[in-house]
């Protein structure tokens, strides 16, 4: 259905940086994209500053009712799977727009390299602004439509895929459907990809260098289920016998980090792990550890390897005395004052989008699917050296026999997925990522209330597993997810 769409619904006016700005200005008042540096200065604006894992994580089964500490209605409402009415920092409506700004600063990237001579620089910008701009679309699909379904995508909503620049203060978009929006991504990722090149990067770890885009390759090919693709760009990544070392090295080097080291390395653009990195408005780094809904004991035992198949813990370093500040550290706040005197400014965090981990876990799974067990092992027990104190491989490593025990299975199919999803959900602790998996596999939630006798629960086909439309974009006439 055609719908009319606000250009200030989809490129809101929200305090991020450079793109923005520059698309508020009205077309003949705005400065001329007409050089290469230029355009690579406005695509580094083109990833969504904004946090979705806020949200993410405590609609998960990796947040907990601690019973006391910080209560904000970001963590609270995903918590309770309600709407989150805020449009702060953390929350859907945030996200949303953030999305959406990135998206424009890609299109706006593509018109003026339309303008200029093709030439080996236009053409890895090329790349980038097409990879980023479907990396902003996949997340906004992610988040505000039903997970892919290939019996129901082409009738499921989508959202508002957008590929021209915003020059008009009115435009009309359509929400289409699930289906056709994965198709556009699917356009603009595998266009894109293999226009990147590397060596035009200053920081790669700051745009979509090759591996962070086979990396997001990775992630939307497990989504639709393609697990030979999957295979094709996570080898296009990591190589054979590469991926190991580029894993975080938690049993060995981050044992000797103090707490502050360790939320200094985690999401620095020298760890070998990070693939693509974003600095994002966020008091996530600051609050998480405190907030009411998060890593409470039983999630603790559960996601961070306490139980798992092979031995009883993992290396992962928790820090605080009891539940009520639990976390793992993984975010060091960069807080900007608004003048040199002043107490008061912005935070922000620096955000891991791809990691090397989470392509080992990707691929880990195709192979699964694809009924080819022994390479899931062996890639699984590749990260499990990475991940036990002293490790021995002898008696550590993962077998199928020690998933089908574990897990009190007759289907070694189930038990390693299983294993493979529940390793994942430790490592990705207090990331957002667990929820992308919940999804892909219908899995329901459980929250417990503390003071209730009976937990909460989100069904697979609970409408509520889709955010809502953020109001202004429904007001401007685009349909809300139904509730």
């Not at 769409?5 to 400065?31: A, N, V």
């Not at 600095?279 to 409470?296: K, M, Q, V």
């Not at 390479?375 to 002293?390: C, H, Q």
């Not at 038990?415 to 493979?420: D, F, K, R, S």
Request: hydrophobic fraction near 35%.
């Amino acid at each position: 259905m055609n719908k009319t769409l606000r250009y200030i619904s989809l490129c809101m006016l929200i305090i991020l940086s450079g793109c923005e700005k520059y698309l508020e200005q009205t077309p003949d008042q705005r400065s001329t994209l007409n050089t290469t540096e230029k355009i690579s200065e406005l695509l580094a604006t083109a990833y969504p500053k904004g946090d979705y894992i806020t949200f993410a994580e405590s609609i998960s089964d990796n947040a907990g009712d601690k019973g006391g500490g910080m209560v904000d209605v970001k963590n609270q409402s995903p918590y309770l799977f309600n709407d989150v009415q805020s449009k702060e920092e953390g929350s859907p409506d945030y996200y949303w727009n953030a999305c959406y700004a990135a998206i424009a600063a890609s299109n706006e990237a593509l018109h003026a390299l339309d303008l200029l001579p093709e030439e080996a620089a236009t053409a890895n910008l090329r790349g980038e602004a097409l990879v980023a701009r479907a990396y902003a679309h996949f997340m906004l699909v992610t988040f505000f439509s039903k997970a892919y379904n290939q019996a129901t995508a082409s009738s499921d909503p989508g959202i508002p895929y957008v590929t021209s620049p915003e020059h008009v203060v009115t435009a009309k978009y359509e929400r289409k459907t699930v289906q056709y929006v994965y198709e556009m991504i699917e356009k603009d990722l595998t266009e894109g990809l293999p226009l990147i090149k590397d060596s035009y990067y200053k920081i790669p770890k700051f745009h979509f260098n090759s591996i962070a885009a086979n990396a997001f390759a990775t992630r939307f090919y497990l989504f639709k289920k393609d697990y030979a693709k999957v295979l094709t760009y996570a080898n296009a990544a990591f190589p054979t016998g590469t991926i190991a070392a580029n894993l975080r090295p938690i049993n060995s080097t981050y044992l000797a980090l103090t707490y502050y080291e360790l939320q200094s390395t985690y999401t620095q653009s020298t760890e070998n792990a990070n693939l693509l990195l974003v600095e994002t408005p966020s008091y996530w780094g600051r609050n998480f550890a405190s907030y009411r809904y998060g890593l409470s004991v039983s999630v603790l035992t559960d996601a961070l390897g306490i139980k798992n198949p092979v031995r009883t813990g993992l290396a992962y370093q928790v820090y605080g005395g009891t539940e009520f500040v639990y976390n793992i550290p993984k975010f060091y706040e960069h807080f900007v004052r608004e003048d040199a005197n002043s107490q008061i400014g912005d935070a922000y965090n620096m955000v891991p989008l791809f990691t090397s981990e989470e392509v080992l876990f990707n691929q880990a799974e195709a192979y699964v699917e694809l009924g080819n067990y022994q390479e899931a092992v062996n890639l699984v027990n590749v990260f499990l050296s990475t991940r036990i104190e002293d490790y021995d491989p002898g008696s550590d490593e993962l077998t199928t026999s020690k998933a089908l025990t574990y897990y009190n299975s007759l289907d070694i199919k189930t038990a390693l997925i299983q294993t493979i999803l529940n390793f994942k959900r430790g490592e990705f602790m207090h990331e957002g990522l667990r929820w992308f998996d919940m999804l892909r596999h219908n899995i329901p939630v459980s929250h417990n209330i503390l003071g209730t006798t009976t937990p909460i629960i989100l069904g697979a086909n609970d409408p509520r597993r889709v955010f809502q439309i953020p109001q202004e974009a429904a007001q401007a006439g685009i349909e809300l997810n139904p509730r």
